[in-house]
């Protein structure tokens, strides 16, 4: 595989009901094409050809069940023409798809190296521990849901109607239990994080910003499923004593 000749693949949001710009079209993936252009500009690429997917609800959650050459047609001639002009695949925008593990798990099955603009520490050797991580979280977010359900139901709940107040207090508690759920698994993963951070100072790498960088070159993720900042590095050492 040739590492100067790159296909682009671009998501874009569906136009809304009465808006001007079609899909494809407007400032969307105006900024992604310009993000592919700089990168191949610093890596003296040449783009050989660019793909467009139209991103709809269905392909956001990966949940329609149709493959990959139905919810993402584009990305699947992408993918092909990749293979076939032994060519990378470079995305512009991964952010909105890093937490779509059928997406990632495509990328990771189809033997084709890519690179992303917006997070380069993702690649064929760091695809599938993220994948792994967004499809966990989708599991503790679904079960949650269904755990919040079947409590409520055990208190009396009537679900699936208008009931006023009573529908207020459940969201409240609801959202009470969420937050603690988020504290609980913030709580552990600093005592799982915390080791490896204390490894990366071991070798010299102190600063919070430094440190956050070599987590997501590991792509290990936060506790959110979100890229390390200083920030969030600091709060880790905090929760951690």
């Known amino acids: 595989m040739r590492h100067d000749r790159y296909i682009a693949y671009y998501r874009v949001r569906a136009p809304r009901s009465g808006a001007p710009d079609a899909a494809g079209s407007g400032p969307d993936i105006e900024a992604q094409q310009s993000a592919v252009q700089a ?5 003296s690429g040449k783009l050989i050809e660019d793909y467009s997917e139209t991103e709809s609800a269905k392909s956001k959650t990966g949940k329609s069940g149709g493959g990959m050459g139905r919810d993402r047609p584009e990305l699947a001639k992408a993918l092909l023409a990749c ?8 995305i512009a925008n991964m952010g909105r798809l890093v937490r779509n593990g059928g997406f990632l798990r495509t990328l990771e099955g189809s033997g084709v190296e890519f690179v992303a603009c917006d997070f380069p ?6 695809v ?3 994948a ?6 989708h599991q503790r977010a679904s079960a949650r849901i269904k755990a919040a359900l079947a409590a409520a139901k055990a208190r009396g709940v009537k679900l699936g109607g208008d009931r006023g107040n009573s529908i207020a207090n459940e969201a409240h508690k609801g959202a009470e239990a969420s937050k603690q759920v988020r504290q ?10 915390k080791p490896i951070i204390d490894a990366i100072k071991a070798k010299g ?5 430094a440190i956050a960088g070599v987590l997501n070159a590991r792509g290990i993720k936060t506790s959110r499923g979100a890229r390390w900042h200083a920030t969030s590095v600091k709060r880790i050492i905090e929760r951690a004593g």
Do not use: C, F, W
């Open 121 to 126: 520490s993702l690649n064929r050797e760091t």
């Open 128 to 130: 599938a521990v993220v």
């Open 184 to 193: 609980e698994n913030a709580a552990r993963q600093a005592e799982d994080i």
């Open 39 to 43: 990168y191949l500009k610093d890596v």
């Open 132 to 137: 792994a991580v967004a499809e966990e979280e």
């Open 83 to 90: 293979e076939a002009q032994e060519a990378q695949l470079i």
């Open 205 to 209: 790498i102190t600063s919070l910003q």
